[in-house]
């Protein structure tokens, strides 16, 4: 029998340009946090170009009106109310099945832990909103990743990137900025406000354009040697802005990293623990970091989400009992009719910000009280302050090969 030759994606093509190296796109990590009408033109290109390990995160699902500025999705997606995050990994497996792909129908900042941004080599936002390009911005600072920002509305679009010790995106905002993202920060749980804040005019020809830059730059990231050697010059430090109105392309200096800013919390010190996953019971988590570390006092930070117990009615001291993480409580008020008719305000809910073994509901895990699978927690003991990686949640992202 004749043998078939099995031939290498992209390699008639891409073995032609003189910066491009196979074994590094193939075993590159890349996260794309957004598969909306941006993030359909990143994945599609990121498949196209043969990267290697994909994951996807987005927690919405597709509307009739995706349809006309997303390439991946169809009508019948927008029918059965698909996630876009499923759907858009299905299509890319479709476009280059040499590629591994791993999706996360959650948020960005409550549902991906820590140690799954650290094992990437670049980070890709496709996000509508300041207060989620911030929150990715303090997660991919914390886990010293750079990440690439596009932006688009109508026929304007634009591209940063952004990097640990050289420039932040909280840094860049106006004060003005900042305070609407604290007010929104601010908002969580029973005192939640829309998050649909209205739609932004864009269309598909805007989306191709910024979502290619956007590629193009995680494609240098990725080859760090020709970075680093001058063959490529990054966006870092820089603002790629493209007017599409009358034809104006320009890229302006822009970099901003001031020592004030909280975003720029670097965590070096990560201890791995194979131990220790976010489905550990609560009492064990302590059992296990005390035997670890040789300490007497330890305290959980749940920095990203508290978790709540108890909700009480002001009005009439009806109390009701969530047991959830602070960001489902939302879902739980619109899902309980006795707290979707009462108003918001008339409502407090008892918070845990910070766990000890004190905390009243040791049998319960990690991962129900809000802790993602393969976060980094912080702990903080009579030693000093520890971050440990819930090393043992290795096994829900098995494309991760570091």
């Known amino acids: 029998m004749e043998e078939v030759e099995i031939k290498e994606w992209g390699k008639e093509v891409f073995d032609l340009l003189s910066w491009y190296k196979m074994d590094t796109v193939k075993n590159a990590k890349v996260m794309v946090v957004g598969a909306g009408a941006l993030g359909n033109e990143v994945l599609k290109n990121l498949a196209l170009f043969g990267v290697g390990n994909i994951y996807i995160v987005d927690f919405d699902t597709i509307e009739y009106s995706n349809l006309t500025r997303s390439v991946l999705f169809r009508e019948e997606d927008a029918d059965k109310g698909y996630y876009k995050a499923e759907v858009a990994a299905r299509k890319i497996r479709e476009i280059n099945p040499n590629i591994n792909v791993q999706y996360i129908c959650g948020k960005l900042n409550t549902d991906v832990g820590?140690?799954?941004?650290?094992?990437?080599?670049?980070?890709?936002?496709?996000?509508?909103?300041?207060?989620?390009?911030?929150?990715?911005?303090?997660?991919?600072?914390?886990?010293?990743?750079?990440?690439?920002?596009?932006?688009?509305?109508?026929?304007?679009?634009?591209?940063?990137?952004?990097?640990?010790?050289?420039?932040?995106?909280?840094?860049?905002?106006?004060?003005?900025?900042?305070?609407?993202?604290?007010?929104?920060?601010?908002?969580?749980?029973?005192?939640?406000?829309?998050?649909?804040?209205?739609?932004?005019?864009?269309?598909?020809?805007?989306?191709?354009?910024?979502?290619?830059?956007?590629?193009?730059?995680?494609?240098?990231?990725?080859?760090?040697?020709?970075?680093?050697?001058?063959?490529?010059?990054?966006?870092?430090?820089?603002?790629?802005?493209?007017?599409?109105?009358?034809?104006?392309?320009?890229?302006?200096?822009?970099?901003?990293?001031?020592?004030?800013?909280?975003?720029?919390?670097?965590?070096?010190?990560?201890?791995?623990?194979?131990?220790?996953?976010?489905?550990?019971?609560?009492?064990?988590?302590?059992t296990t970091i005390k035997e670890t570390l040789g300490v007497n006092e330890v305290e959980i930070n749940l920095r990203n989400d508290k978790f709540v117990d108890i909700i009480v009615s002001k009005n009439d001291n009806q109390r009701f009992t969530p047991m959830l993480p602070e960001s489902k409580i939302s879902d739980y008020i619109d899902s309980n009719y006795d707290l979707y008719t009462r108003s918001r305000a008339d409502l407090n809910q008892n918070a845990y910000e910070n766990i000890d073994e004190s905390f009243p509901y040791q049998r319960l895990t990690l991962h129900e009280i809000g802790v993602p699978y393969l976060d980094v927690i912080e702990v903080t003991t009579e030693k000093g302050v520890h971050h440990i990686e819930l090393t043992g949640d290795i096994e829900h992202y098995p494309i991760i090969i570091k």
Not at 158 to 168: A, D, I, K, M, P
Not at 218 to 240: P, R
């Open 114 to 286: 820590l140690g799954l941004y650290r094992q990437m080599d670049v980070v890709i936002g496709c996000l509508d909103s300041r207060l989620a390009r911030l929150q990715l911005n303090r997660l991919c600072m914390r886990a010293d990743v750079p990440w690439v920002e596009g932006g688009m509305e109508n026929l304007t679009g634009n591209v940063r990137v952004f990097r640990q010790g050289e420039n932040c995106y909280e840094c860049g905002l106006t004060e003005n900025a900042k305070q609407n993202i604290f007010q929104q920060l601010s908002c969580a749980g029973v005192a939640h406000r829309n998050e649909n804040v209205g739609r932004i005019p864009t269309t598909p020809v805007i989306a191709s354009i910024i979502g290619a830059v956007e590629v193009q730059e995680a494609m240098k990231l990725i080859h760090k040697e020709e970075v680093q050697s001058g063959v490529f010059s990054t966006l870092l430090g820089k603002w790629f802005h493209y007017e599409g109105m009358h034809n104006h392309v320009s890229v302006y200096d822009s970099v901003a990293f001031f020592d004030d800013c909280p975003s720029h919390e670097c965590w070096t010190d990560i201890m791995k623990m194979p131990a220790l996953s976010a489905d550990t019971r609560i009492n064990d988590v302590f």
